[in-house]
């Protein structure tokens, strides 16, 4: 596509609960990062997919977060057992060499 | 590890005048990049301008400029003829080169006053 793609754009769910979120990267783009933007906070590093290399999962804040990409190209990130503090909006990118991101439009997840 | 920090959580300019956005890193690497991203209230991140530090001249795309002044581990963002749909949060970024994450600051909320 011409864009990166993320759905849902807004998830509302209840603690507890498990959540999915969707991002469809740009096509031919090897590299492919989840964020995420708590309110009045900049972006937190969460996973990095790169090519068919081992993800870099080192900003996942608990093991109830995980993420995968499927044939280099969609990638789910899944939060088990929502907390209320896992309510932000969840940024998706993907990039191709050093020419900086392209992002998708977020999802903003709200925990009840 | 990569840090950056953006020590102007607010600013807001008059419609066409200039305005100048501050952030500051500390990396170890000598090869990196730096941008500056722009986030309206739609959400959606757009690539403002890039830097490869290894280059000396200031990037500038139309009304955008940088300062970049590497020794200091500054780079600022100049906004020329400010408009009213230049508001928005915008966020200063750092990077290896490659595809490794940026690392990003919090943030500064630009207003533009009409």
């Known amino acids: 596509g011409a864009g990166v793609s993320q759905s849902p754009s807004n998830k509302v769910t209840e603690k507890g609960k498990d959540v999915e979120l969707r991002c469809d990267p740009i096509?031919?783009?090897?590299?492919l990062y989840w964020y995420r933007q708590s309110l009045g906070q900049g972006l937190e590093f969460l996973i990095y997919?790169?090519?068919?290399?081992?993800?870099?999962k080192s900003g996942l804040p608990s093991d109830r977060f995980s993420a995968e990409r499927t044939g280099g190209s969609v990638s789910t990130l899944t939060i088990q057992r929502t907390q209320q503090e896992d309510s932000a909006v969840y940024l998706c990118?993907?990039?191709?060499?050093?020419?900086?991101?392209?992002f998708g439009s977020g999802t903003r997840l709200t925990v009840v | 590890a990569q840090t950056v920090t953006q020590s102007q959580p607010e600013m807001s300019v008059q419609e066409a005048e200039t305005v100048t956005l501050s952030c500051t890193y500390d990396?170890?690497?000598?090869?990196?990049?730096l941008f500056w991203y722009k986030q309206p209230p739609s959400r959606q991140m757009i690539l403002v301008i890039r830097q490869e530090a290894y280059k000396q001249q200031n990037a500038t795309e139309n009304r955008f400029s940088v300062n970049f002044q590497k020794a200091a581990k500054s780079f600022s963002l100049k906004i020329s003829d400010s408009q009213l749909g230049d508001a928005a949060m915008y966020f200063c970024?750092?990077?290896?080169?490659?595809?490794?994450?940026?690392?990003f600051g919090k943030g500064t909320r630009l207003s533009v006053i009409a």
């Open positions: 990396t170890s690497e000598s090869d990196y990049y």
């Open positions: 970024a750092s990077g290896w080169t490659g595809n490794t994450p940026l690392v």
């Open positions: 990118a993907s990039s191709f060499q050093g020419f900086g991101y392209t």
């Open positions: 997919f790169q090519g068919n290399s081992a993800p870099d």
């Open positions: 096509s031919g783009h090897t590299a």
